[in-house]
């Protein structure tokens, strides 16, 4: 067990009890705003319709966004009480949540205090916060993945870090001790090695759900990690059967979920895209974002899986926040995927609320998926029953200096420490 000195304990609890204040007052005002006419819901929300994912029926079609909070526990990384309790005040009946990203194999490995899925321990660790999702009648998928070149060689054993060609990036990352360290270039990864990965992804899939309880996969081919680097023109420049063409470069991610698929069902697996990503050093030209999409299409909807996410990272609020770029892309990617897309297609990047209702209305998303709002309005489904919109939300969770922890005694701060608020007395 941990043991920390009273003044830490002290501080810690004036920075908590100094964040509840903020939020109190945030309440207040959210409170007042869905009491009034211009944000209360004159009708039910189409997000609260039920939906079928994969062999499931979910009872509305908001969901928990993947979203890495560097909460497990120090040492170990293995997931904690905090983390599920973190991911039961979110869960709700008849709803999906997605875990942060775990690599599946420990050269994967990205951040520290970040999961891993990449052995029977760490898959078993999660199988207490799943009961706990399950609990409360709600459905959870792991998300996995491979940094690729968004890790440092100290994070995986002191080996060069690996991507699909020896392509840097520039800015730095946490390592160890919490200093910052530049990102260093790639290895290209060799045919060979590029050919296992998809049975790493599809043993780590297998693992999450016998071991770990978790109803469905998400593979994670955006934020410039593994996936993703093959991809992009900008970081794949191989000339085997792994580069070049669009075909070529969506060959490891189609592979990857092939494998998935067939080891736990494709009513289990499901994919994350994010062309024209804005991270990791990786903007990609509105062309080949077009070229990527009308491949992946219809390539994806031949293989029936739980449904594909589908992030713009167009969402200005998002990039307000956390002072990033927006990508270099002027068209709605969700309604020019619709079309070419023959699935369960989910949402996200910086939406609203009342985007997401006319994106469901309009019939061009089946799931909306939600990050940053619940963060701090875990019960945000109800929140949307109760006739809450975007500006009656507790916007706390935009607070980019809450999203990480690096200090394990301040834990619980911005993770699962907001006020709980519940929708006027009336609401419907």
Not at 168 to 197: H, I
Not at 275 to 300: A, C, H, K, N
Not at 304 to 331: I, K, M, T, W
Not at 383 to 389: C, D, M, P, S, W
Request: hydrophobic share 40%; charged share 20%; with cysteine.
């Amino acid at each position: 067990m941990l043991r920390f000195a009273c003044t830490a304990k002290v501080q810690l609890v004036q920075k908590v009890l100094k964040l509840n204040r903020v939020s109190q007052l945030q309440l207040r005002a959210m409170a007042t705003a869905a009491g009034t006419g211009t944000d209360r819901a004159a009708s039910p929300s189409p997000l609260l319709s039920p939906v079928t994912v994969g062999d499931r029926q979910l009872l509305h079609r908001m969901v928990m966004s993947p979203m890495t909070r560097l909460r497990m526990s120090p040492g170990t990384e293995l997931p904690n009480d905090l983390v599920a309790t973190y991911y039961e005040q979110r869960a709700s009946k008849g709803g999906l949540l997605v875990t942060e990203c775990a690599y599946v194999v420990p050269e994967g490995r990205g951040y520290v205090r970040a999961p891993g899925i990449a052995t029977d321990e760490q898959a078993a660790a999660w199988r207490p916060v799943v009961d706990r999702v399950h609990s409360k009648g709600g459905l959870i998928y792991k998300q996995l993945f491979h940094a690729g070149r968004v890790s440092h060689s100290s994070l995986v054993g002191n080996k060069p870090t690996v991507s699909a060609s020896p392509v840097g990036m520039a800015g730095q990352l946490y390592v160890a001790g919490g200093v910052k360290a530049d990102y260093e270039v790639p290895r290209e990864l060799s045919t060979q090695e590029v050919e296992a990965l998809p049975g790493k992804f599809a043993e780590a899939a297998v693992r999450a759900i016998e071991l770990g309880g978790f109803d469905g996969a998400e593979l994670h081919a955006g934020n410039g990690y593994l996936l993703q680097s093959f991809l992009a023109n900008k970081t794949n420049r191989r000339t085997d059967k792994y580069g070049g063409s669009v075909a070529n470069r969506s060959r490891l991610l189609l592979e990857a979920i092939d494998a998935v698929a067939a080891a736990v069902g494709p009513h289990r697996t499901a994919v994350k895209l994010q062309p024209g990503v804005t991270f990791s050093d990786l903007i990609e030209p509105e062309e080949d974002v077009r070229e990527t999409l009308d491949y992946l299409g219809p390539e994806l909807s031949k293989r029936n899986l739980a449904y594909v996410a589908l992030s713009s990272l167009n969402g200005e609020p998002y990039f307000r926040f956390a002072g990033l770029q927006a990508p270099n892309v002027s068209f709605d990617l969700f309604r020019h995927f619709r079309p070419i897309f023959k699935g369960t297609l989910a949402i996200n990047g910086g939406l609203g609320i009342e985007q997401g209702e006319q994106y469901v209305s309009d019939g061009v998303a089946d799931l909306v998926i939600y990050g940053v709002p619940f963060i701090a309005n875990a019960n945000l489904p109800e929140l949307v029953a109760g006739g809450v919109k975007t500006a009656g939300l507790n916007m706390g969770g935009f607070n980019a200096k809450v999203w990480y922890s690096r200090n394990p005694a301040e834990d619980e701060v911005g993770y699962t420490d907001w006020p709980l608020v519940h929708p006027p007395a009336g609401a419907q």
